[in-house]
């Protein structure tokens, strides 16, 4: 059976735009999937509404992870603060994912200010459920590799009039 020069073009665009997906996934998957070598617990009673929460990782050291205003806004900037204590960190991120909703990528990085400090802002976005459950993984990139800090805490989206 022959095939037109159009089929074979057609084939031809479909192959090569499944190769170029292929390869993007490839580069994305480890900034959006990256390997971290240590994990703290989760500390069910952390509560940022009433302040910051700490969180010890299996070597010792210490990720303490704030936001501000406590009220935790929708839309509007948040304030993060990180302090590490006993971790020597070349980078800082904090990656913002939904609990059970994908809410897509929102990893912002950290800025030091003073020993052992980072700075940053967030912006959460609305989602369609009254209640919204999140988790912050506090990224610290160390000389071990990557080690992550988890943050559970939940929005409410405003009711309308």
């Not at 020069?5 to 998957?29: E, I, K, P």
């Not at 302040?51 to 010890?56: D, E, F, I, R, V």
């Not at 459920?129 to 559970?152: I, K, Q, S």
Request: glycine share 10%; charged share 20%; proline share 7%.
């Amino acid at each position: 059976m022959r095939r037109s020069r159009g089929t074979w073009l057609w084939l031809a665009g479909g192959g090569l735009f499944a190769a170029m997906a292929a390869g993007a996934l490839y580069v994305a998957w480890p900034v959006l999937n990256p390997t971290v070598v240590a994990t703290a617990p989760l500390d069910p009673q952390c509560d940022l509404r009433r302040g910051s929460c700490t969180a010890t990782l299996p070597n010792g050291g210490t990720v303490r992870f704030g936001l501000d205003p406590k009220t935790l806004p929708l839309l509007e900037p948040l304030a993060i603060e990180v302090r590490l204590d006993r971790l020597r960190a070349f980078e800082v991120e904090v990656d913002f994912a939904g609990v059970d909703m994908n809410m897509g990528h929102n990893r912002p990085s950290l800025r030091q200010e003073g020993e052992g400090r980072y700075v940053g802002t967030a912006v959460l976005p609305v989602c369609v459920r009254y209640r919204m459950d999140w988790e912050a993984r506090v990224l610290v990139r160390t000389p071990d590799g990557l080690m992550a800090a988890p943050f559970r805490f939940s929005t409410f989206k405003q009711k309308s009039d």
